[in-house]
């Protein structure tokens, strides 16, 4: 079992990766200039992130893309492993899409793991109204680990 400076130490060496020039990810990478800028954490097992879709993320009028709400929901399951120093890739999803997300509605997003394997990670994820606490989007999804070379 690592100390609390061995753990403090991994923490600030993964935030450190995370927010690396290098990373290009669309959803959370500070490195995008067109990416949608999530910040997310780990908290008591569940990882947490927040975004407020603007008029460039419609899809309908004044309505969120789909696409989007997915990139999302995948987006809050990998940070759950990613977070914890493990990269890893999306197997298999599926999403269900309970209502519209308006344009300009901030949301809460998280991703929990449901059960875990050697290489593959069951995960949920859901986008949550900040201010009513509606779903907007529910997703389950199998991630892999890649094998360390």
Known sequence: MEDGTQSAENTRGRESLLQSQG????VCGP???N???VTF???DGVCRGAFTPGA???????VTHGGIV???LDDVMANWLWLQGEQCFTARAEIRYRNQLPVGRPVLLEGRCLK???RLAQMEGCVIDAEDGRVYAEA???FMIPVAK
Do not use: E, W
């Not at 990373?23 to 669309?26: G, S």
């Not at 460039?56 to 004044?62: A, E, I, L, P, T």
């Open 41 to 43: 954490t780990l908290d």
């Open 31 to 33: 490195g995008n200039p």
């Open 23 to 26: 990373n290009q990810c669309f």
């Open 116 to 118: 875990r394997k050697t």
């Open 140 to 142: 389950s999804a199998a």
């Open 56 to 62: 460039v993320h419609m899809g309908y009028d004044k």
């Open 70 to 72: 997915f990139s999302l």
């Open 35 to 37: 990416g949608l800028g």
